[in-house]
């Protein structure tokens, strides 16, 4: 007899569960499952096999095994996807369900909701004497009801007899209970127009119209298209059908989002010698059998901006969508995905290119991975959770701009990283693994230097592209001083050398763009005459001060999103000059049309790009010359390629270099040297112009002089000495409660209790740098340890059974990016 280990969708249940498989039916690992629970049916995923061949694990069950109920869905993942599950589970140490929650698309688990049927045929007079208190209530409650009834809800109706009410009436056998089929998305369809009889006589003019467009299309359109071109109505092609001439079917039309405008075709460029160099030592990676030592190859691919990376990773593609396997592109930010998709698509076609982002509907998510378990050669092109995609027959995984912090996954748990995951999957589909870079993460160049990626031990190659495509000079960085702008009595946040070169782009018809770190970034609001700040009530962060209309003039809280009107006289000494103060996004573009009235500004921040179509939406505004200035924040610096861009300004670069974390520098060199590769793609040479307080700091002098090799190798000697990561690794434990007395003495307790283990270093207990958001209380618990001792940080699970109190939240995140 067949067992089977399962993962169940309940809450609390975390381990595996084993059931026998009767003989009529046939499970995989991987298949969805109905199976028994207590007295419910629910949703579970098979992991594993007959377990009792496996001598680790003890088969002497204590209970009577029970039979699966039934196989729902089967063949959705790749043959290794469960074992690279587990890993990440392990090496972030949290339990399998919750990864297995993260990695899947929303609703395919969703199973566990059961309904119960009153069985009626019964009779109801006879039965309701036999019945207690407690089962009558019930009884007659669901009765009442015509529809059958979910339990969840008889609870919250009785919640005094339901539990006891449903327990007798299922053993007198009043009632039943099954498992509502999950509501999964349906795949949607549209009409479509096949020409049937290109040639057919006797047509009226605008008939012979229709069946033109048509057949210029091919012989085929959907029905809303044919309708708009032809401006025509359905009833006209209704009189066609009925002759014959055409068709109108129905074709299943998938929700791939992003597909909605045309790109034109586009062929292979001829390769510079570094590309060239660079895709032939792919291209002998792709066609190696991999030999045992080396289970996978990781290459970095070191670019500096606008190096052709892109181009070698399409024509990288090519050769394995030839060997008709499929590719996994990994971008950090769908802000930048609708231009590098276009040129995917522009390469390869509309079909063989997918998107998978969480800005997807359910819908859409659910046709993607069908997509994706056909087993047909694609490209899929995601965000971070992409990296779980079920494609199978990988061939090639590249992980772009392979730096930046958005690759991990802050909440919920597992805090994993993308390029960690992807490293396990290139190794178990013997696929290289591509990271490309302009400036690459410590972690990848210790790798290369150590040859140890992600605590793996596998083979590290690197490859530099030097250069900008068509020897076009990298741009020329400016270090502005504002300490003498101040002194020369210059009191805007514009340097007199920024306005004068937005004046020269402006006489020149050029283009810019403006960044600002963060949004609303110290716009706080403070008062001139005695220095007090409004703060949020319940975070520990200033307010931001936002411009939301002529008349409405809001502060707002970041975190929480607290928002309450400006106060005009200051609330603690009645000061009219009551001020905001720093350079958000929204302080820039007024000042700048103070300053430049005539000049167009699009804002390009998280405020103005809420839906998935904005993004594209302003990014083409800009290309197509309707403003002048782009001014927005983190997401410039992430991959935008636009040619017209001559200048780059940075409006102050302190509010980077000042953080407290060991990781502060290394971000900053990599966002400026970003920000700074905006300019000159194009025909002309760029000009950046950088305004800071502190030119003297190491990260301006290594970002100006284009030293990044220098600085990062001094950053890797410097964190050596003191054993952080890379070198060594490190677990972030957060913890948080609305008690602020409760978390800090739990924290403590915990940390001592951790002080008492020698497999790692304790720092802190600590209050988190923001100590208060959204009224909870924040403290943090940091483990240094050496990577050989990750298996022993204790599990998510073994935290919350150490703290064994409702009333405090904990997490863990094993190779934090930030430690605020
Ligand atoms: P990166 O990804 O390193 O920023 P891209 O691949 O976007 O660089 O290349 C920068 C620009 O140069 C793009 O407009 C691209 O089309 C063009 N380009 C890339 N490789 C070549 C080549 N071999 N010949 C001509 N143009 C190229
Ligand atoms: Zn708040
Ligand atoms: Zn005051």
Known sequence: ???????????????????????????????????????RYVGAIAIKLNPNLDNSINTNYEYELKNVYAVVNTGLFPPDYWQILNLTADYYRTSLIQTVKAALPPKLLDQSRYRIRVNYDLNHDAVQPKLGKAAL????????????????????????YAASGLRSLMSLGYISTYLEPPTKPQPKFENVIVLLNSDPEALSNR???IIFILNQAGGELSQSELITQAKTTLASLKTLASKGIIAITKRECLRLGGKTHFVESDRPKILTTDQANAL??????????????????TILLHGVTGSGKTEVYLQAIAIVLEQGKSALVLVPEIGLTPQLTDRFRARFGDRKVNLYHSKLSDGERFDTWRQMLDGSSQILIGTR???FAPLHNLGIIILDEEHDPSFKQDQPQPCYHARTVAEWRSQFSECPLILGSATPSSEVLYAVSSQILDKQSSEVKYLALPERIGNKQMPKIQVIDMREELKSANWSIFSRELQAAITEMQAQKKQGILFIHRRGYSTFVSCRSCGFVLNCPRCDVSLSYHHESKDSEMLRCHYCNYAQPKPIPCPSCNSPYFKHFGSGTQKVEQ?????????????????????????RHLIEKFQAGEADLLVGTQMLTKGLDIPQVTLVGVISADGLLNFSDYRAGERAFQTLTQVAGRAGRGAEIGEVIIQTYTPEHPVIQAVQNYDGDEFMRRELEARTELNYPPIGQMALIRLNSENSNLVESVAI?????????????VLGAAPAMITRVNNRYRWQILLKFHPQNLIHVPTLEDLKAWINNQA?????????LTIL
Not at 142 to 149: A, G, M, Q, V
Not at 749 to 761: D, F
Request: aromatic share 6%.
């Open 1 to 39: 007899m067949t067992q089977v280990q399962v993962l169940v969708d309940c809450v609390g249940i975390d381990r595996l569960l084993t059931y026998t498989v009767p003989d009529e039916l046939t499970v995989r690992v991987g298949d969805i499952l109905t199976v028994p629970f207590g007295e």
């Open 137 to 160: 209530i019930v009884w007659n409650f669901l009765r009442e009801h015509e529809k059958s009834l979910t339990r969840h809800y008889i609870t919250q109706k009785l919640p005094k």
């Open 207 to 209: 008939q012979k119209e």
């Open 280 to 297: 032939k030592s792919i291209q002998s990676s792709l066609n190696s059998s991999f030999n045992q030592e080396a289970q996978s190859i």
């Open 385 to 387: 959770s992409a990296v």
């Open 591 to 615: 000042e700048l049309s103070k300053l430049f009235p005539n000049l167009k500004i699009i804002r390009f921040d998280s405020d103005t790009t809420q839906n998935k179509h904005e993004h």
């Open 749 to 761: 307790a915990l940390s001592e209790h951790l002080r008492t283990k020698s497999a790692w270093e």
């Open 808 to 816: 405090v939240r904990v997490a863990i995140d094993i190779d934090p």
